[in-house]
């Protein structure tokens, strides 16, 4: 039985508050286009700047890694 310790986080690295990098890494896909998909939606209507900072509270930011 396989364990996949796969979580929802913010990437520490984001260019304003890494929910999209989050996204983008937890689904596999690539971060520009989680950008610019939200970016889309948010100009469009299709998605508030609301539901954008309620993930940015909501979605706990990624540990720091520790360099060797």
């Known amino acids: ?22 996204i983008a890494e ?3 896909l690539d971060t520009s286009l989680v950008r610019i998909a939200t970016l889309i939606l948010i100009l469009a209507g299709g998605l508030s700047l609301w539901v954008y900072i309620i993930l ?3 979605i706990p ?7 060797n």
């Open 26 to 28: 937890y689904f596999g």
């Open 1 to 22: 039985m396989a364990t996949d310790n796969k979580r929802l986080v913010r990437t520490s690295n984001g260019m304003i508050a890494g929910v999209c990098g989050g």
């Open 56 to 58: 940015w509270l909501i």
């Open 61 to 67: 930011k990624a540990p720091k890694r520790l360099k």
